[in-house]
């Protein structure tokens, strides 16, 4: 991920490795991850960057152990001590888990957790982990499935939309709405009545980070687009908005492919997740070029 080989971990480090019970049987140790392990961890979450850009872009952003992750990241080793998984447990739980052990360990281990809003993963491997975990995690409060689209190079080029820029702290107030609505179509629940002070403070950050892009005229917010995640492999988009007075006008495929234009000299793609019962949303993004990668299951946790 960051061009540097990251080695096993040493013999110092193995006695800190409790087993985990479900995973003693099976001789795998699952433990909280230390701030010594982060480069072996990117290097293993890089063999999937586009499924992995999401627990890569936290580790880069704010490293291993941060309140920041609203979550802890966990490891999974076999007997040799080689990782066979990493997961977040937390707000958002997601996971990469390469054997059927680790997958049954984290499953056990997010239990524990009654915190979780959501579980994130790929269709089949999320079926596999909640069968595990439901019977003593959280009850599932909705579920829905997401459709995992991607855009390389080659991007078309539509007339540009000079009015397309990084957002500044100015334009916070704008920003909030959009996204808490969306958020709030897209899970049930609104960040701006359960958590208005987080929520703030992460639009903040995210904008602070140059990592949120509108086009505002006369006080309105015409377009809006928030890199969620970030690796030099990939960048992740979440949250695009038109204005409802200003959809069917080209806009949002404009401001799109200007956006992609931008983005990819910087990384080699750009990723995110359309809800596959928004038919609209998804010829939207085949017709600006993106590519169906993966199917994905969210489930939302009471």
């Known amino acids: 991920m960051n061009g540097q080989t990251a080695t096993a971990m040493s013999e110092k480090f193995m006695p800190q490795y409790a087993s985990h019970p479900e995973a003693q049987n099976r001789s795998t140790l699952t433990s909280r991850l230390a701030s010594e392990e982060q480069l072996e961890v990117l290097e293993f979450l890089s063999a999937q960057p586009l499924h992995n850009v999401f627990l890569s872009s936290l580790i880069l952003d704010n490293g291993l152990v941060s309140p920041l992750n ?151 917010l015409i377009f809006k687009a928030d890199i969620i995640a970030e690796t030099p492999r990939c960048v992740y988009l979440e949250g695009i908005y038109v204005h409802p007075a200003e959809r069917s006008k080209g806009y949002g495929s404009r401001c799109l492919s200007q956006l992609g234009q931008s983005l990819l000299q910087r990384a080699d793609s750009i990723c995110l997740l359309v809800n596959e019962e928004n038919q609209k949303a998804r010829d939207f993004y085949l017709r600006a070029g993106y590519k169906l990668r993966s199917t994905y299951d969210t489930i939302f946790l009471h």
């Open 70 to 220: 609203r979550g802890t990241f966990y490891g999974c080793r076999d007997a040799l001590g080689q990782l066979e998984g990493v997961a977040l447990i937390g707000h958002a739980t997601l996971f990469d888990a390469r054997s059927d052990e680790a997958l049954k360990a984290f499953a056990r281990l997010a239990q524990s957790s009654q915190e979780t809003h959501l579980i994130l993963g790929q269709r089949e491997r999320l079926r596999e982990f909640w069968s595990d975990y439901a019977e003593g995690g959280q009850a599932s409060r909705l579920a829905c499935t997401e459709m995992l689209f991607e855009q390389r190079w080659p991007v078309a080029v539509q007339p540009e939309v000079k009015e397309l820029r990084v957002a500044t702290q100015d334009d916070l107030e704008l920003v909030m709405p959009a996204h808490a609505q969306m958020a709030h179509e897209e899970s049930g629940v609104n960040p701006l009545e359960v958590d208005e002070a987080g929520f703030r403070r992460r639009c903040a950050r995210r904008i602070a980070q140059g990592r949120v892009w509108v086009w505002v005229e006369d006080g309105r």
